[in-house]
């Protein structure tokens, strides 16, 4: 599937996430969350690390939508 967000970034679900956790800070104004949100940040990135390895593995097509989708979680950024 290449279409909708998936024509975008490759794992949209953790773009999401990643902006909920970065505006909880923000709406809690408390600089507690801003901290967790920094150890939650590698997290995510090993975990789609370890997915893409995967999918690469299990997931026939997934090496060719790699190659039409560039980018894993934030557009013209990684």
Excluded: C
């Amino acid at each position: 599937m290449d279409t909708g967000l998936y024509g975008h970034v490759r794992h949209p679900m953790y773009t999401s996430t990643l902006i909920m956790f970065l505006s909880t800070p923000v709406i809690l104004a408390s600089g507690w969350s801003f901290v967790l949100m920094l150890f939650y940040l590698p997290i995510v990135v090993k975990r789609i690390r370890n997915e893409e390895i995967v999918l690469e593995q299990e997931l026939a097509g997934y090496k060719d939508y790699k190659k039409r989708v560039k980018y894993r979680l934030l557009p013209y950024i990684w």
